[in-house]
């Protein structure tokens, strides 16, 4: 367990600093003007890697000679082959300086949301909501971040810098990237559980039946970005997008069991199509509005908040997914006069369809069918309140400077201005 948690840190660490920091250096070198079609690239290719990270993990799982291990292994030649070519291909200035590393202020935001994250994960399933152990970890949680607050306000370099929620852009784009983190990946990351289990598929079909969410998601990002870059506007596609997956998410929650694939693939290009618009956009529209001094610091936090969002997202759906599905079998067994106790596992783990008689697949069936659609009932107010969001971030011309030549010429300004007279 020990190097389980070691490995899925270390994991962490590297995929949230290469998220972040790849679109930091795009924005650093391409301005805001012309960086809507590279963000737009760059949706496509997270939407080609979350289409082919469960289809080749389902290939891997279903072909007996290599099983769910090579799920991690097949990622480290990419990993090197990205090392490689980043030091090849990228040539940046290099500014040395002294830094000062916030750890403390580090460890409070880890601690306080891991506290609060355990509760939502464990609330319900391991504990009641209402106990002794939801008190101390909503407590113990919020008191962490409350100090974190505190720490990050009065040292010199925080991890995250207060000041720039001043920023009215900065503050409702971080609010949106939280609520679309929450919705998308809290809704979607059940759906090849559901191609499974409510619809019988194996591993490999679960996914290459999302490739119509995944299409509409690389479409949108595209030419969403594209034509940012032509007209300059860009507020109108995160208004489009947030209205698209509240629309997808809210047909989403009328599947079930029987529902046609066609229906269904229609349901999720409409949500992909949302998603495609928002994601990307919202950085870049955050990008925009901040000093050059402080892209990475903007940029890193619209990154967390939308992992924060998703992990959030996962554990709370995840914890309605186990009760829902246990409540739906014990009333399909109740129904069919086998007593109750005997449907309370279905709800804890993923069943082997394989091994279940005909009658108890059904009820598993439908059982995921319900519970599924529920999950993205309740995902769907959360994405109508990013569209909400998203409808009061004020629009403003994209600059066509690069974050580097805004980064001169604000040193170039600072140095030029008089001191300020002393007064005697």
């Not at 924005?27 to 496509?44: D, N, S, T």
């Not at 113990?140 to 607050?149: E, F, S």
């Not at 956009?281 to 509005?289: H, I, K, P, R, Y």
């Not at 009760?323 to 086998?338: C, D, H, I």
Request: proline share 4%; with cysteine; hydrophobic share 55%.
């Amino acid at each position: 367990m020990g190097l389980l948690i070691f490995s899925r840190v270390a994991q962490g660490i590297g995929a949230g600093g290469l998220t972040a920091l790849a679109q930091v250096v795009m924005a650093a070198i391409i301005p805001p003007r012309r960086l809507g079609k590279y963000a737009g690239v760059f949706g496509a290719v997270f939407a080609v890697g979350t289409v082919a990270g469960p289809l080749i993990g389902g290939v891997l799982v279903d072909t007996s000679w290599l099983g769910w291990r090579w799920c991690f292994f097949i990622g480290v030649p990419f990993a090197l082959l990205a090392i490689v070519l980043l030091q090849r291909t990228l040539k940046l200035p290099t500014v040395r300086r002294e830094a000062k590393i916030d750890f403390l202020g580090a460890f409070l935001i880890v601690a306080g949301v891991c506290a609060l994250l355990i509760w939502v994960s464990l609330a319900g399933n391991q504990f009641d909501w209402a106990s002794w152990q939801t008190a101390a970890l909503v407590c113990g949680g919020v008191a962490l971040l409350v100090v974190a607050v505190y720490v990050e306000s009065r040292v010199a370099e925080p991890i995250i810098p207060l000041r720039i929620f001043r920023n009215r852009t900065v503050s409702l784009t971080t609010l949106a990237s939280l609520l679309v983190g929450l919705a998308m990946f809290g809704g979607t990351v059940f759906l090849s559980q559901y191609f499974q289990v409510s619809l019988g598929k194996s591993p490999t079909v679960a996914g290459l039946m999302s490739l119509p969410m995944i299409l509409g998601l690389l479409v949108s990002s595209t030419v969403a970005g594209q034509l940012i870059s032509a007209t300059g506007r860009w507020k109108i596609y995160l208004v489009i997008g947030g209205v698209a997956m509240t629309v997808g998410l809210g047909l989403l929650s009328t599947i079930g069991a029987d529902t046609h694939f066609g229906l269904l693939s229609v349901y999720m290009a409409v949500m992909g199509i949302g998603v495609g618009m928002l994601m990307q956009n919202l950085v870049l529209a955050a990008q925009n509005d901040v000093p050059a001094a402080e892209l990475g610091a903007a940029t890193s936090v619209l990154s967390f908040f939308r992992s924060l969002g998703g992990t959030i997202g996962t554990s709370v759906l995840g914890a309605i997914l186990a009760n829902r599905v246990a409540t739906e079998m014990t009333k399909g067994l109740e129904q069919s006069g086998v007593p109750a106790g005997s449907g309370q596992a279905a709800g804890h783990g993923v069943p082997d369809m394989t091994t279940l008689p005909a009658p108890m697949r059904e009820l598993v069936e439908h059982a995921y069918g319900v519970a599924t659609g529920d999950l993205f009932l309740v995902a769907t107010p959360f994405a109508a309140l990013a569209l909400i969001a998203v409808l009061f971030i004020k629009e403003t011309p994209l600059k066509n400077t690069s974050g580097m030549e805004r980064l001169a010429q604000e040193s170039d300004a600072a140095s030029d201005t008089p001191a300020a007279p002393v007064g005697i």
